[in-house]
């Protein structure tokens, strides 16, 4: 990103940066309706038009590096990863991650979170938690988007079993599970 004196004067009064944004869009949509209506009459079959998918009926498959909703690894013995050590909350630019921390007697990690919640409504998807993390306690990995359903603040907050269960799923039934997990419950909802 360019600093604000490395700016053309054109640049720094904005309005022919947003007309000019605003041509590429308006320029995008012109051409895709004038397509889908010539399709429509049956001519110039072979350019494509653009087209929406009705997620989440019909969603892509994203690729790994796609950053999907949260999960936390588990260990071995079903326990979560995470030592508490707020650095995943630390690096977060959004503040979207809550984290208490509590102590364990005989073990050989020394604390382990008592509370783990992500906002989902403030989280960006930034991925900065997971680079944090020392100790491949929390990844993006699900290839899944964020809930979309809810009618309150709460309905958004994911908190440690629902970023387990994720793991659980994935590691039992595969990646494609929680998506159709999904699906489901918005069927169910609407």
């Known amino acids: 990103m360019r600093r604000p004196e490395e ?6 009064l904005y309005v022919p940066e947003v007309i000019r944004g605003m041509a590429v869009t308006g320029g995008k949509f012109w051409r895709n309706l004038g397509l889908h209506i010539a399709h429509a009459c049956g001519w110039n079959r072979k350019s494509k038009a653009a087209v ?3 997620y989440p009926e019909v969603y892509l498959n994203y690729g790994p590096e796609y950053r999907g909703s949260h999960r936390l690894t588990l260990k071995e013995d079903g326990s979560m ?6 650095l995943c909350a630390t690096a ?11 102590d364990l007697a ?11 919640e992500i906002d989902t409504l403030r989280c960006i998807y930034c991925g900065m938690c997971v680079e944090a993390c020392p ?33 659980r799923v994935i590691e039992q039934r595969g990646r494609g599970a929680i998506m159709e997990e999904m699906l489901a419950e918005y069927r169910k909802a609407g």
């Open 81 to 86: 990863r995470c030592t508490s050590c707020f």
């Open 135 to 167: 100790c491949d306690a929390i990844r993006m990995d699900t290839a899944v988007h964020p809930r979309i359903a809810g009618y309150r603040r709460e309905d958004f907050i994911e908190d440690k079993q629902v970023l387990m269960e994720r793991s």
């Open 92 to 102: 977060c630019p959004a503040r979207c991650i809550h984290i208490e921390a509590g």
């Open 106 to 116: 005989d073990s050989s990690v020394e604390k382990y979170a008592v509370r783990y």
């Open 52 to 54: 929406t998918l009705p």
């Open 7 to 12: 700016l053309s004067f054109s640049e720094r």
